[in-house]
């Protein structure tokens, strides 16, 4: 049997719409047919095929895409948890078991760590094989759809969780996928004021819906004056890149208060220059970085957000394409204009 999937077929800007074959279950996974799946900024990256991507994706032909919800329809050897029918969202940590972090509490960060669409085939395809003790069965009260979007919120609510927003000046810098998550689960978790910062204005007014009480345009306002301003000279309590601009990495110490938290969700393209002397050591900063989600405890925060009522996905989505036109929607999101999280619908 044969399926549709986008694939990155050669080392070189672009991906293509090919018949390739259904997958064969490996022990211990389950097929998949695939509901929605959602472009990541780690999909536009391999799309483009800037550095990080020729560094990092070691194999062609490559089914791309990690985010994803779908219906399982086949069971593999050894799978137990799950049965036809269920509606499943990923964890896209494919852990190895063996390795010190899996061992001692911290398996999305596995040394062995696998990722679909960038180590092995992914969610841009009618089908997929997916490993059962990766899969997170969704209820009944989230639209089927929206399992697309949980792999990304989780990074958001992930680092909220880590951070002290409770009563705090909170700015997100970038409001795409990741930072619109950010601000809804920091509003949902009582920041005192969320400052959203991008340079579009349909982000802006993404990060508006989404609960940020202030949206600024960096290419019309400086970001640091406003923030200085607004907290009366003291600067913000916790930050959050969700940008991957290095430019913009940069600048967000200067509008840092003493003792305040960044947490660094962005995927830059290249280093980052900061002065550490003044801008970490002197205001004695935290930093924290995050590589997805916690397995499986940030899941169980996230579900229990979801169904309460307290964040709405719908905020996030900005399009919705068949999986044929996914190279025009890929060509939507270079562009850098109206356009935010697309859902690709197989």
Request: net charge neutral.
């Amino acid at each position: 049997m044969t399926m549709n999937a986008f694939v990155k077929k050669e080392r070189k800007y672009g991906g293509s719409l090919e018949r390739v074959p259904v997958p064969v279950l490996a022990e211990g996974e389950v097929l998949l047919k695939v509901r929605s799946t959602a472009i990541c900024g780690t999909d536009i990256h391999i799309y483009a095929w800037n550095g990080w991507a020729q560094a990092n994706i070691k194999a062609v032909p490559l089914i791309m895409g990690h985010e994803f919800v779908g219906t399982v329809v086949e069971l593999g050897k050894g799978v137990k948890s799950l049965k036809a029918g269920d509606v499943v969202s990923g964890e896209t940590h494919i852990n190895c078991g063996a390795c010190y972090q899996c061992r001692n509490g911290a398996p999305h960060i596995c040394a062995n760590l696998k990722l679909p669409g960038v180590h092995r085939d992914g969610a841009f395809a009618e089908f997929m094989a997916y490993p059962e003790s990766c899969l997170v069965k969704l209820p009944e009260s989230i639209p089927v759809e929206y399992g697309a979007l949980m792999e990304p919120l989780g990074v958001g609510v992930s680092a909220v969780e880590n951070a002290r927003v409770a009563g705090a000046n909170v700015v997100v810098v970038g409001s795409g996928p990741i930072g619109l998550g950010v601000i809804a689960v920091a509003r949902a978790m009582g920041a005192r004021r969320i400052v959203a910062l991008d340079v579009l204005e349909c982000r802006l007014g993404l990060a508006r819906r989404c609960g940020a009480d202030h949206a600024v345009d960096t290419t019309k306002s400086d970001p640091g004056e406003f923030v200085m301003e607004l907290t009366h000279g003291v600067g913000a309590d916790v930050i959050f890149d969700a940008s991957g601009n290095p430019r913009a990495i940069a600048g967000v110490f200067k509008y840092l208060r003493k003792g305040g938290e960044v947490h660094l969700l962005g995927l830059p393209s290249e280093p980052v220059a900061i002065d550490l002397a003044s801008d970490v050591i002197f205001k004695e900063a935290s930093l924290y970085g995050y590589h997805g989600r916690k397995m499986f405890q940030t899941w169980t925060r996230m579900l229990g957000l979801l169904d309460s009522g307290r964040i709405d996905l719908e905020n996030f989505v900005s399009h919705r394409f068949p999986l044929s036109d996914a190279g025009e929607a890929f060509e939507l999101l270079m562009k850098g204009e109206d356009a935010s999280k697309i859902l690709l619908i197989p």
